[in-house]
């Protein structure tokens, strides 16, 4: 379930950060959520996993989670402990699947200005990010209703299981 308000430390990605980027193909064989967990991001900054701590945020530029279409990538990110990822944009596949994982993601156009290492709370209800390093605060768009509910029952297996 996704908290409706926390704090996390950020760390900062660039644009186009693909898939193979997130978890890469090799360790595809497996969906043992916390093996995927280990080696996120790996390819991209080295000893990724062993620094990053649960309730941590990720903020990139545009495009994250283009590529190839496998839930690994989402899965692999909230199983690491990654509270959201904050960007411009989002691949479309990634963002539908970042939700049936039940990983929070917020699009915000704003975030050039926020760097590694600041601290944000994020407000979902009220559509908040407050840099609590700046002092600035800025507004996501909106996140449609049934993917809040999603979210809220942990991901869409969970969701479909409470409808049965």
Same mark, same amino acid.
């Given at each position: 379930?996704?908290?409706?308000?926390?704090?996390?430390?950020?760390?900062?990605?660039?644009?186009?950060? &693909?898939? *193979?980027? #997130?978890? +890469?193909?090799?360790?595809?064989?497996?969906?043992?959520? !916390?093996?995927? /967990?280990?080696?996120?991001?790996?390819?991209?900054?080295?000893?990724?996993?062993?620094?990053?701590? &649960?309730? *941590?945020? #990720?903020? +990139?530029?545009?495009?994250?989670?283009?590529?190839?279409? !496998?839930?690994? /990538?989402?899965?692999?990110?909230?199983?690491?402990?990654?509270?959201?990822?904050?960007?411009?944009?989002?691949?479309?596949?990634?963002?539908?699947?970042?939700?049936?994982?039940?990983?929070?993601?917020?699009?915000?156009?704003?975030?050039?200005?926020?760097?590694?290492?600041?601290?944000?709370?994020?407000?979902?209800?009220?559509?908040?990010?407050?840099?609590?390093?700046?002092?600035?605060?800025?507004?996501?768009?909106?996140?449609?209703?049934?993917?809040?509910?999603?979210?809220?029952?942990?991901?869409?297996?969970?969701?479909?299981?409470?409808?049965?």
């Amino acid at each position: 379930m996704t908290q409706e308000r926390f704090t996390g430390k950020v760390w900062r990605f660039g644009a186009n950060i &693909d898939t *193979d980027v #997130i978890i +890469a193909a090799r360790y595809l064989n497996t969906s043992d959520e !916390r093996v995927l /967990a280990r080696h996120i991001m790996e390819d991209a900054r080295a000893g990724f996993a062993d620094i990053v701590a &649960d309730g *941590d945020i #990720i903020v +990139a530029d545009e495009n994250f989670g283009c590529g190839s279409s !496998r839930e690994h /990538a989402p899965l692999a990110l909230k199983a690491a402990g990654i509270a959201c990822v904050i960007a411009p944009s989002f691949a479309r596949i990634f963002y539908r699947n970042a939700f049936n994982m039940g990983l929070l993601i917020l699009e915000c156009d704003e975030v050039g200005d926020i760097s590694e290492g600041d601290k944000l709370a994020v407000d979902v209800t009220k559509g908040e990010i407050i840099n609590q390093t700046t002092s600035r605060t800025y507004h996501f768009k909106p996140i449609p209703e049934f993917m809040l509910e999603l979210l809220q029952s942990g991901g869409l297996i969970e969701y479909a299981k409470k409808q049965l």
